[in-house]
């Protein structure tokens, strides 16, 4: 399973970013799809996450602002961040249900293994 995330970069607060997570070796059937995102000096959290029959999930700190959506004809992940705040900035990282054993992280009532290397959001 190989998870590429792309569409970071450097932002003015109130703008918006468009995050993607091309996929590959995984079936988006099978499982649950989501965004986590890591601060300088902060433990990574859960910021949404779609599941196998497309019900969403989010932070409730980024209701409103955040949508997550996936493209099963073309594996891809994509998270629409708008209103973007400083506070945003952070390393994203797209991840997969399932995995492990390496680094696992629980969110949302689902176990993420599979993790991309992460993008990175900074809002100034």
């Known amino acids: 399973v190989q998870l590429v995330e792309s569409g970071g970069g450097s932002v003015q607060a109130g703008g918006s970013l468009r995050l993607s997570c091309a996929t590959s070796?995984?079936?988006?059937?099978?499982?649950?799809l989501g965004w986590f995102r890591q601060a300088p000096g902060k433990e990574r959290e859960g910021v949404a996450a779609?599941?196998?029959?497309?019900?969403?999930y989010y932070a409730d700190s980024l209701k409103g602002r955040f949508t997550i959506s996936k493209d099963n004809a073309k594996d891809i992940l994509y998270l629409q961040m708008n209103s973007l705040k400083p506070g945003d900035t952070a390393m994203y990282y797209c991840?997969?249900?399932?995995?492990?054993?390496?680094?696992?992280?629980?969110?949302?009532?689902?176990?993420?293994?599979?993790w991309g290397q992460g993008t990175q959001v900074t809002v100034s």
């Open positions: 070796g995984y079936t988006y059937g099978n499982g649950c």
């Open positions: 779609i599941d196998a029959v497309g019900d969403t």
């Open positions: 991840a997969a249900e399932g995995g492990g054993p390496g680094y696992i992280e629980r969110w949302a009532g689902h176990l993420f293994g599979y």
